[in-house]
T-cell receptor
Framework: DAGITQSPRHKVTETGTPVTLRCHQT?????MYWYRQDPGHGLRLIHY???????DKGEVSDGYSVSRSKTEDFLLTLESATSSQTSVYFC???????????FGPGTRLTVT | AQKVTQAQTEISVVEKEDVTLDCVYE???????LFWYKQPPSGELVFLIR??????QNEISGRYSWNFQKSTSSFNFTITASQVVDSAVYFC??????????????FGTGTLLAVQP
């Protein structure tokens, strides 16, 4: 158990509304990642962080922003949600000195 | 560019059969890591194994075994004597850059394994 929680676990929102998803970890891991999972695409990286206030884009970052003001929290924001952002969102951490990533339980987001 | 291909979208077997899940990868780097993850119907992603590009030794863990062949750019996963609890989506993934912030996992599209009783 890598001590990762995500909130909310489920959310339904309307097109055009802002949405923030939270990833929380309890073990001071430096590296954190946000992925989205869609049928036929596997998981794709949205943004990642390598420290407080240090973030960078992944392959599908358009329409998303992130913030990391403290080690334990990595926030993913959809500024104006669109139906194409309906997905399951996973947060992940990487342990220092390791290469594998450990995932949170996921957030299912539906944009109507 | 780096890419992971899992050509088998769905596989259905009967319990106790052996099954192999295929994974083919593309990378220009000589240093890379390969992974398998399991996603059961409950939805969580479970890390199964990591293999680095310098270690071609096959690995066995109970009923699970992995065959890494650089010559064919493949990292296949075999489940021996499958059980219903093995039913899940299995993802193969690749990291091309060793260490640092750029450890970005590239996932295949997954193989859905259904084990029938």
């Amino acid at each position: 158990d890598a001590g990762i929680t995500q909130s909310p676990r489920h959310k339904v929102t309307e097109t055009g509304t802002p949405v923030t998803l939270r990833c929380h970890q309890t073990e001071n891991h430096r590296y954190m990642y946000w992925y989205r999972q869609d049928p036929g695409h596997g998981l794709r990286l949205i943004h990642y962080s390598y420290g407080v206030k240090d973030t960078d884009k992944g392959e599908v970052s358009d329409g998303y922003s992130v913030s990391r003001s403290k080690t334990e929290d990595f926030l993913l924001t959809l500024e104006s949600a669109t139906s194409s952002q309906t997905s399951v969102y996973f947060c992940a951490i990487r342990l220092q000195g390791r290469d594998e990533q450990y995932f949170g339980p996921g957030t299912r987001l539906t944009v109507t | 560019a780096q890419k992971v291909t899992q050509a088998q979208t769905e596989i259905s077997v009967v319990e106790k059969e052996d099954v192999t899940l295929d994974c083919v990868y593309e990378t220009r780097d000589t240093t890379y890591y390969l992974f398998w993850y399991k996603q059961p119907p409950s939805g969580e992603l479970v890390f199964l194994i990591r293999r680095n590009s310098f270690d071609e030794q096959n690995e066995i863990s109970g009923r699970y075994s992995w065959n890494f062949q650089k010559s064919t750019s493949s990292f296949n996963f075999t489940i021996t004597a499958s059980q219903v609890v093995d039913s899940a989506v299995y993802f193969c993934a690749l990291i091309e850059t060793y260490g640092g912030a750029t450890n970005k996992l590239i996932f295949g599209t997954g193989t859905l394994l259904a084990v029938q009783p």
